[in-house]
């Protein structure tokens, strides 16, 4: 760690360096689906020539501050006339500092959920206690802190899958997730600093997240948070974004008995271009390479060869003929079809053969995830009802490597797609807001292979993809053909706009059948808070 936090030193003597210039944004502004929705109109207009596909957005951008900041004061009284406490309930920030130097801000987040899950007739709850904390020091350096407390009774397929693999999905591993009611906590933070017009520094213990569909097939926010240091370089039509990340594999095997050392550990080298080549046209290149923090053989730690921006990391990889990591190339494209509708694409390349590319006999090696979706905003000229569609597939195998930790992956969650590999996922979803409410809905159908006991059909992309079972002959679904059926409805009444403190009502119906039919039927309410994607639609 030692090394990158010495990079990061240089990066910034030399940021400050830097001709001072027309500041650029630099307050992330948190990932959630469900609320960057409500700002499709800024961001998919072809006049914004907005980086749609590069999140988190910054809330202090001029393409998008001026709905923002819309969207926080809702229903708030501007003229404070209600009370202190009607206020810190429906219009502020418990705690609020603003000063000509610095302003910050704490609130406290709940998340209570009660529900019932009809097929098991059990009931389920989440019992969430947390707090953030946020600022601005001048104009170029702001931060942001939340943490929370929690426990759970799960639905039977989330209770199955926290079984398994150790971790509460899109949130945290934990040692106290063995019995029926599961306990955890959950952590973010970043620091962000933006020293002139061009770049933009954060350090954090977070989540990025890549694409402009709802899914990502190059980098998405599935999985649990991780330290990480970014560099986002914006020249024009053009934004440069490095991630140097660090990870942990909950169940990889250990090299030593000693916990003292913990979970094993691996890097992360990303890099990204986006290009706006027209007002409708984005088109931007992805590679990241992963390796491990250490083999049996010894302790390796960062590696300097993956620092190099805007340079082909593949040559680099390759110059050690046994090297152990693994590296991934993708592409993202974005063409606003309409006014108000855009169509956009990811492909990443996991690994292929020349020679078996165009051979249609379903090499094993031949490795590739694809997604075509589209989204747009007023459908039906409904203002605020918000739509997408969107296709996503995976051939067996891909994301994942010969040894579990250089898979795509962290805490035994993707990287990618939540499904994994050997899928072929259909999503559609609906949005609409009208003044204090919001409505969603979603459907999914996916089709995927799973892998029996001692068998692997390429889906577990934690498995040795040397265990392959053939050669040739692969295809999506392999294994056992599984279908699986999911749809979900949320309505909330918004309480509080800063923080997102509302009340919800939810009902998931999932079925998942491969001769044997596993069904769910789940119905919640609760007082919820925070802007952040927990992802149950799996």
Excluded at 150 to 165: G, R, W
Excluded at 408 to 427: H, K, M, T, V, W
Excluded at 498 to 514: A, Q, S, T
């Amino acid at each position: 760690m030692n090394k990158i936090f010495t990079l990061l030193t240089l990066i910034l003597l030399f940021s400050l360096g830097a001709k001072s210039q027309e500041q650029t944004p630099n307050q992330n502004l948190p990932y959630s689906y469900s609320f960057y929705q409500k700002l499709n109109k800024q961001v998919y207009d072809k006049d914004s020539r907005m980086h749609s596909s590069i999140k988190n957005y910054f809330l202090d951008d001029t393409l998008i501050n001026a709905r923002y900041t819309e969207l926080m004061n809702f229903g708030v009284d501007s003229l404070r006339n209600r009370s202190w406490v009607r206020r810190k309930i429906t219009d502020e920030h418990l705690i609020n500092f603003t000063s000509p130097d610095f302003t910050i801000y704490a609130d406290f987040l709940p998340d209570m959920q009660i529900g019932r899950e009809f097929n098991d007739n059990q009931q389920t709850w989440r019992n969430t206690r947390g707090f953030q904390i946020g600022g601005t020091v001048g104009k170029k350096f702001s931060f942001y802190t939340n943490a929370y407390e929690n426990q759970a009774v799960f639905a039977n397929y989330l209770t199955k899958f926290i079984n398994e693999n150790q971790v509460v999905p899109s949130e945290m591993s934990s040692t106290k997730l063995d019995g029926t009611t599961k306990d955890w906590q959950y952590a973010t933070a970043n620091i962000s600093y933006t020293p002139n017009k061009f770049l933009n520094l954060t350090l954090g213990y977070d989540k990025n997240f890549i694409g402009d569909g709802y899914r990502s097939m190059l980098l998405s926010d599935v999985a649990a948070n991780y330290s990480f240091v970014r560099m986002r370089a914006t020249l024009g039509n053009v934004v440069y974004q490095s991630i140097f990340s660090y990870m942990l594999d909950n169940g990889a095997p250990r090299l030593t008995d000693d916990r003292r050392l913990g979970a094993r550990a691996k890097w992360n080298a990303m890099h990204y271009l986006d290009w706006n080549i027209t007002k409708r046209l984005s088109l931007g290149f992805f590679q990241a390479v992963t390796w491990a923090d250490a083999e049996p053989e010894g302790k390796r730690g960062f590696d300097f060869n993956y620092v190099h921006p805007f340079v082909f990391l593949r040559p680099v990889e390759g110059a050690n003929g046994l090297s152990p990591d693994k590296m991934r190339l993708g592409f993202n494209a974005k063409y606003e079809l309409l006014e108000k509708t855009t169509l956009y694409s990811q492909f990443m390349f996991d690994e292929f053969t020349v020679k078996e590319v165009f051979g249609g006999k379903g090499y094993w090696a031949n490795k590739y995830a694809f997604q075509l979706g589209v989204r747009g905003s007023d459908l039906f000229k409904v203002n605020n009802l918000n739509y997408l569609l969107e296709y996503n597939m995976a051939t067996p195998y891909t994301y994942a490597h010969y040894a579990r930790i250089t898979s795509y992956s962290n805490q035994s969650q993707p990287l990618a797609d939540p499904l994994g590999a050997n899928f072929r996922e259909f999503i559609g979803l609906l949005n609409y807001s009208y003044k204090r409410f919001d409505f969603q809905g979603q459907l999914m159908y996916a089709i995927y292979g799973l892998d029996p006991e001692g068998l692997n059909y390429g889906k577990n992309i934690l498995l040795n993809y040397n265990t392959h079972v053939q050669d040739y002959g692969n295809k999506i679904g392999q294994g056992l053909k599984t279908n699986l059926y999911y749809g979900e409805v949320k309505a909330s009444y918004l309480l509080n706009p800063k923080y997102n403190l509302r009340i919800e009502l939810g009902g998931v119906y999932r079925r998942e059948n491969n001769g044997i039919p596993s069904n769910t039927g789940l119905v919640t309410i609760g007082l919820r808070s925070a802007f952040r994607n927990l992802y149950q639609d799996f």
